[in-house]
């Protein structure tokens, strides 16, 4: 038998009957070949245009896969604040640690929006609008920026850290059942003036007139000072209001209490008024008026006594909560959180600095004494 070019055997019969394994299927593919011959499905030369329907409709195909293997986005946190961006960052580290531990990292598994109205009031309710247009997750906001946020949205859930009466000023119904898309934490700072001024006029007996350095556009001054005048009077003392909206009234704002003979003065927590630290401390120490403030850090850095909550406790229990929010939490299932400890230090250098001693009694008292 000699084998030819044009099959494996030269007689059509003999190849017609040789049997090779798998010539069955091969038979089976020719007839599905003619089957598709005829249906117009192979047999035709390959144009370019069919070439770019086949890439077209392969895309087409893939989309969906590549769409699916996309990562998430990060759920975004948008911070509201009514000050600038500080130079030191200790309370916002404090609100990212407690982030951190429910497993929020800052740029890994979740993002910040900030916006900051650097000590501009008015500029509030558009930064917070913007924050509601970017369509954040949640809002964060500490001292008078609540507001702000709670007139933008109703949806958006909200954690605040206020120094007011958050049922007071309007923020929640309920500290327990807060209801709404607001909850958080409050300070209690615009509460404590009464206090303050007890400690000062155990500190400066002699002052019968006492000045209550505050800003006006703070939504918690009007209810303040009707507390401090309230609290004045039975002590024989009388209030004297001092108002400073802006940096470039701070100045003049001690030289009326030293043309208005104030023996002491109190200074109001508000970010616009503490944002001047260091030039709240040396006009104190200039016109030797001994005054007191809210957070340590400003006994700490000179002034004569501080009495108020940890600040950085504050932030770092928003943390918490916009945490649980995250998770799945709803603001009005989580109770607004008061502070139960308050810090009193003194700084027994600037009493003496006044020509001061510093009372037994309030030593006692002190969480600290700067020596």
Not at 4 to 15: C, F, H, K, L, T
């Amino acid at each position: 038998m000699r084998l030819s070019r044009q099959g494996r055997v030269g007689d059509p019969q003999a190849r017609r009957d040789q049997r090779f394994p798998g010539d069955q299927d091969h038979r089976g593919r020719q007839d599905d070949r003619s089957h598709d011959r005829e249906a117009g499905l192979i047999g035709r030369p390959v144009t370019r245009r069919g070439l770019s329907a086949l890439a077209l409709g392969l895309a087409a195909a893939a989309r969906p896969i590549a769409a699916h293997a996309q990562p998430k986005p990060l759920p975004t946190i948008g911070w509201l604040h009514a000050g600038g961006a500080p130079a030191r960052t200790d309370n916002l580290d404090a609100l990212r640690k407690a982030l951190a531990e429910a497993g929020y990292i800052d740029g890994q598994t979740v993002a910040f929006e900030y916006r900051w109205a650097d000590e501009h009031y008015d500029r509030l309710p558009a930064l917070a609008a913007e924050l509601v247009a970017l369509k954040v997750d949640v809002i964060a906001t500490v001292g008078v920026a609540p507001w702000a946020a709670k007139r933008a949205t109703s949806t958006i859930p909200i954690v605040f850290g206020t120094g007011g009466d958050p049922v007071a000023i309007g923020l929640v119904n309920s500290l327990a059942r807060p209801e709404g898309n607001l909850t958080g934490a409050t300070y209690l700072v615009a509460d404590l003036g009464s206090k303050r001024l007890d400690l000062l006029a155990q500190m400066v007996p002699q002052a019968k007139r006492i000045a209550w350095l505050a800003n006006p556009e703070n939504v918690s001054t009007e209810r303040s000072v009707r507390e401090m005048q309230e609290a004045a009077r039975p002590r024989g003392l009388q209030l004297v209001v001092v108002n400073v909206r802006n940096e470039s009234e701070v100045e003049d704002a001690f030289a009326t209490m030293v043309r208005e003979a104030c023996g002491a003065v109190v200074i109001q927590a508000d970010v616009v008024i503490h944002a001047r630290k260091q030039q709240l401390l040396a006009l104190a120490a200039r016109h030797k008026l001994p005054a007191i403030y809210t957070w340590r850090d400003f006994a700490e850095d000179g002034g004569l006594i501080a009495y108020g909550p940890s600040i950085r406790a504050v932030y770092r229990q928003v943390g918490v909560y916009v945490g649980r929010i995250l998770k799945g939490a709803k603001p009005a299932d989580l109770p607004v959180v008061q502070p139960t400890t308050f810090d009193l230090v003194i700084n027994r250098d600037t009493a003496k600095a006044l020509g001061l001693i510093v009372p037994p009694a309030l030593l006692a008292l002190a969480d600290e004494v700067i020596e």
